[in-house]
């Protein structure tokens, strides 16, 4: 990344609008209205077909504040597969989880969280006595459903608890574990089919024996399509609402404001976070370019995703995998372009950072905007408040310029543009002369860029906001003291966080 530092530029970025030439205009207002809180933003410690990284450095490349990309939560597999040969155990089975170790340790020396999702419950738990989901693309006579079998609902959670233990035990914790990666998608590779009832009635009826003991989290759903089906089956139920902690989902084949918007909004009503656990995003266009890496435009297009997941609701991104072409480190296979560079960043994670070094632990905030939108591309932007930071991201997917004119919510003091451009000029930083506080200026960003804005704000020292008091019993269910503790009651004359903003609890 490169740092400029060009003082009369960056000024003539706020100066008033008819000083400079014509660009297209959008007026874009900030707002204190608060959304969710960013947990963060993750990748799935595999190279292509699905195997562990082992080398750490590629981690450290990607993972921490201090990395290029910024990442914070990292994916794994939890195994169905026992070491080796090894004779199969009832009691005492011993499964293939150490090929993640090393990528664990490195991403929490990194401050990441950790997520283990399952692909398939072992064989000896299913129906088909197999790993595979059991589809034979090739001979559809010869496909079999694989599905929990009796013994599989007992064991299930007992056989978390064991994954849970063995990572703890290596020195590699986890911190969320899910049910089951894709519960609606009959595949060949290792998978398991559930239907809603079925999830809920796994979570229902043994889902208690699932060991919270060392702050482990359980997450449910992550449907292939983000069905809202599966999660709303977990949610509205008060005995699995209460097991589950967190709900999430894919979404291929569904825009992020589509199923997934409705998912966050029933899991949002019962104080549950939302995480996006797995997409890609391939080249459009001509399917036999599929081979070669992304060009700028398929970049914007992966912008405009983290961006809509951001308006969907949602407090965790995760993508698909972090070491391949597609992903954020190059893993130097042969492409026609010749851009996907051996353990090299990528732009995909360059873009990445745009959200993943900035966003985490923000709370996105409302904005309001004048419409814009072509033939050929849009505009797109979310705000997020963190401390003292107001932060601006926008998106201009379309050829020509724009000029923002921004509308604050509190008056700021200095600031950074960060803009990306193209496959080579990523994550440029320009700092903003702003000659005293205010809360109206007009930035402009370049045609097909990405843009992150970073402002100072004065005399604003939290990012949620106080709402008038009396109105505790409107605010959402989940509330907390102002030192992140959850409460269940609330002490009159006392201050909370409850649904994004800062509550004032009546006297008696």
Known sequence: MKTLRYPILAL???????LRAANTIIDVTVTTDSCQKVTGFGAAAMGTLMCPITDDRLIDMAYGADSPVGLNILRMEVSPNLVGDVKYDYWDPVYDWQGYVKAVKMARSKGAIILGTPWSPPAAYKTNNDASGGKNDEDDS???????NATGYKMFFSWLN???????NQGAPVDVVAIQNEPDWW?????CLYTPDEMHDLVANYGSRFNKSSGVRLLGGESFYFNPEYTDKLLDDEKTRNIIDLVGGHIYGSKPLGNMKTACAKATQYGKE?????HTVDPLGDEKKIYDVPRWQDELVFAEELNESMLAGISGYIYWYLYQRFGMIGDGESVPSGGNK???????GYVMSHFAKHVPGAWRVNTKSSSYKSDTGAFERSAYMKGDSLIVIAIDTVAKN?????SLPYAVTSGKHISSTSLTSLCNETELAIAEPTKKLTVTISGHSVNTFIFKMQGAPTAVQPVTAGTAEKAAQTVYNLQGQRVTQMI????????????VTPNE
């Open 402 to 406: 724009i000029d923002i004119r921004l």
């Open 492 to 503: 009159p004359g006392r201050i909370y966080v409850a649904g994004g903003r800062k509550v």
């Open 274 to 278: 939302t995480w996006m656990t797995e």
């Open 162 to 168: 064991n994954f849970v233990t063995y990572m703890k």
């Open 142 to 148: 010869k496909s079999v459903r694989g599905k929990l």
């Open 342 to 348: 051996k353990d090299e960043i990528l732009p995909r």
């Open 12 to 18: 003539l970025a706020i100066l008033p609008f008819a």
């Open 187 to 191: 595949v060949g590779y290792s998978g």
